[in-house]
């Protein structure tokens, strides 16, 4: 089973930046892909970014695309999305989540994917 642990949330002016980080641990966690996903009051869990298992794949929404990275340490077991430029639209409940699989991830099929951590909360303010 894996594990995931997400941090860094917090409240930033429009225009800042937060660097979220999702904890992976468990037996094999290095053969899953992880994904990054937000969850806004009132609206669907939504993919942000992805990345596969090795790290040399990677995908991003239009809306994030130029101001989001992801990146994968499998040395430190932690996959980081630093998030610049914020807007208010970016507010939102950021979940990781970990696959065997890319695809499930980058097409947000929310219900099928492996494993899930708690949320982090991300507050822009404008």
């Known amino acids: 089973e894996v594990q995931l642990q997400a941090s860094g949330g917090g409240l930033v002016q429009a225009g800042g930046s937060l660097r979220l980080s999702c904890a992976v641990t468990?037996?094999?966690?290095?053969?899953?892909?992880i994904g990054w996903f937000r969850q806004a009051p009132g609206k669907e869990r939504e993919v942000v970014s992805c990345v596969s298992s090795g790290g040399g794949t990677t995908y991003y929404a239009d809306s994030v695309k130029g101001r989001f990275t992801i990146r994968r340490d499998n040395a430190k077991n932690t996959v980081f999305l630093q998030m610049n430029s914020l807007k208010p639209e970016d507010t939102a409940v950021y979940y990781c989540?970990?696959?065997?699989?890319?695809?499930?991830?980058?097409?947000?099929?929310?219900?099928?994917?492996?494993?899930w951590g708690q949320g982090t909360q991300v507050t822009v303010s404008s």
């Open positions: 989540a970990a696959d065997r699989d890319f695809d499930p991830l980058v097409h947000g099929l929310v219900y099928g994917i492996d494993y």
């Open positions: 468990g037996f094999g966690s290095d053969d899953y892909a």
